[in-house]
């Protein structure tokens, strides 16, 4: 194919990312990108409870996160840092999943992503508790006992707006209604096939799945669709039907929502460039 | 960033950034750790530093003092901390108030590891920590497991202020990453709870 194209985006491009490094960026990206979707909140939440909770939930991430991408920049070569990582990279070198950069929507929205996500990372943490890799492992442990929290929030609020007054309901469903087409892409390959035939498992994860350093994806869909589930269905809410699915973010393509997230987060770090205090 | 440090370090007499700057102004050996006096150990020294969000605990009783090690020649000590919350801010004002700690008793290095496993839990909350707890209005950890699933179990804890088991959690977050904010029905008080993690 000849030379490839030269431009700061493709510095990190999917190919010159080894399979842990990936790996970990793509747990560590989507901690960060969702905790500073859910820092939105602090000062604008219903109540100031919710405003402490949902600060919490993202200073949670925020550490999960900087563990995580730390470590995937102490496996790269050359070696970066967690600032270079989080705050030099452009949205290409990004490998969170869409789910996690869709704006915030309202307060019943931000719960629909906060329990998707809080299932999806219960049940994949559970098994990363237990990777061959003893950093990976060491970090699932510790977040799974927080995810146990996030995910009793998110499960809490559903119910409580799902099965509420009408209005509460009936926005609690749209909620659920715009994060629903991006479940999938947590479970998905992802790895260039034209046609969307349901989640695969990805080739790229294949030695690291075969080394149990991380579980097959794929395999965790059905048990979090279930759990999902049973937490709607008990909140009188519909489990949506969705025709299409969010693909691209596991190989740095993104919506512009991210773009725009990313401009506010990195602006302090790009206007004082190696600015500490 | 190691040469400009360095430059630095050799430039001034204290040292540089977290250097230690005490002992080596006039080129003498640095105190080893009897130079503390008889009856304070290194470990007793680290314990020492509080939790600057939960001050009436110390590291030591908080449970994320891991260890404190002393070189063989007495001039460098490792302590070992651990996170209680992944996002912990605390940690490095822990992590500064250590360095401090040391430096002044005479240390010539003192180095601050931070390790993940295993993970932080609230059993490794010292009696003295719980009681400490308790006599600052904060509700200590209770027995059972906090939240076993997606659905919440009902716990009884107790009002540090009246002492009444009849109280209501207000929301599972509150002041700090490790506490919940509860109500007491019977005094009216709200409280911290320290939630159980394990």
Redesign the interface.
Known sequence: MGAVPEFAGERYAAETYSPLVDLTLRLGDDALVLSQRLMEWVASAPVL??D??I???A??????G??LISYAGSIMSPPKSEDELAYLRQAREFRSSHLVEIPRGDFAQTMARQLVFS?YQSLLYAELTHSTD??I???A???S??V??H???A??WVLRLGDGTDESHERMQAGLDVVWPYVDELFDADSGVEVYDGPQTDEKLRPLIDAGVCPDFGALREPCID?LTA?IETATLTVPQTKWHARGGRRGVHTSDLDFLLAEMQSVHRAYPGATW | MSTTTRDLEDLSPFGYGDRSPANDIDGTDPKSAVALGPDVTPWELAADVNDPEIPALSIADLGILRAVEVSDDGGTVTVTITPTYSGCPAMKAIEHDLRRVFTEAGYREVVVDVVLAPAWTTDWITPRGLAALEESGIAPPTGTRAVAGPVSVGLSVRCPHCGDFDTEVLSQFGSTSCKALYRCNTCREPFDWFKTLR
Do not use: C, F, P, S
Not at chain 1, 59 to 64: I, K, P, R, S, V
């Open positions: 409870e919710e402490v909770a600060a919490n939930i200073l949670d991430l925020l550490g999960q900087r563990m299932t003893a950093t492992a060491a970090i442990a510790k977040a006992k927080e146990r929290y995910l009793d929030h499960t809490q759990q937490v």
